[in-house]
C-alpha cells in the first residue's frame, strides 16, 4: 500500500502506538504522521452543539501536550524517526504548506478521530487529493451524534463525496459502538 499512516486526533497516542506497532514491521517506509491541536478539542459549535447537544463532547476534552504525547510513543518504543507531527487546529495547520514543507503525498491509512463536524471538514478537504484506490479511511466517531447522517463526521462525509463526486467509497467494516471504515475504490 502506496503511502503514510495518518491520524488526525492523536490524543495521548494509544490509538497511534498501536497502529505504529502492526504497520511499521510491514510497511518500512511508510512514516506515521500525527496530526492534533495537543489543546484537546475546540468548544463545539454550529452543528455539533444543536439545541444543546454536543454528544458529550466538550472544550479542551482530550488535551494531551505535544510532550506528552511524544514521551508516551517513546514508552511505546514506537521509533520517533518514523514519526511526523503536524500541531495545530485542523482548520489552520492543514494546507498545502504542511503538506509541502514535510512532502506529504499519499494517504495508505487515515485515522480520523477528530470528534466534531467542524474538525473533520478541514481533514477531509485536506486528505483529498492524497487518496488512491485501496486507502483506508477509519472513522472513529462515525456514531456519535445519536448515529443521525445530519451530524457529525457522517455529515461531514456527506457533504466532502457531494462536493467531491469522483470520489467514491465502500464499507470495509465496522469497530466499537462508533466507529466505521471504508475503502476509497475511486478517487
Not at 496530526?35 to 454536543?54: H, I, M, N, R
Not at 514506537?78 to 494517504?107: C, H, M, Q, Y
Not at 495508505?108 to 473533520?120: Q, V
Request: charged share 25%; aromatic share 14%.
Amino acid at each position: 500500500m502506496p503511502g503514510d499512516y495518518y491520524e488526525f486526533g492523536v490524543y495521548q497516542g494509544t490509538t497511534f502506538a498501536h497502529a505504529f506497532k502492526l504497520m511499521a514491521p510491514l510497511l518500512p517506509d511508510m512514516r506515521f504522521i500525527a496530526c492534533d491541536s495537543f489543546e484537546g478539542l475546540p468548544q463545539p459549535k454550529g452543528v455539533d452543539a444543536k439545541d444543546g447537544y454536543t454528544s458529550q463532547f466538550y472544550e479542551k476534552q482530550f488535551r494531551c501536550t505535544e510532550q506528552d504525547f511524544l514521551a508516551n510513543l517513546r514508552r511505546q518504543e514506537v521509533d520517533l524517526k518514523r514519526v511526523l507531527t503536524i500541531p495545530g487546529w485542523f482548520d489552520r495547520s492543514l494546507n498545502g504548506e504542511a503538506r509541502s514543507r514535510r512532502a506529504l503525498t499519499k494517504v495508505a491509512f487515515a485515522w480520523i478521530d477528530c470528534d466534531l463536524y467542524e474538525s473533520t471538514v478541514p481533514v477531509l478537504k485536506f486528505i483529498t487529493t492524497m487518496l488512491s484506490p485501496g486507502c483506508v479511511l477509519l472513522f472513529d466517531d462515525w456514531r456519535c451524534y445519536r448515529n443521525l447522517p445530519q451530524f457529525g463526521q457522517q455529515r461531514a462525509v456527506s457533504e466532502w463525496l457531494e462536493v467531491n463526486p469522483r470520489i467514491k467509497l465502500t464499507e470495509l467494516l465496522s469497530f466499537g459502538w462508533n466507529g466505521q471504515a471504508f475503502t476509497v475504490v475511486d478517487c
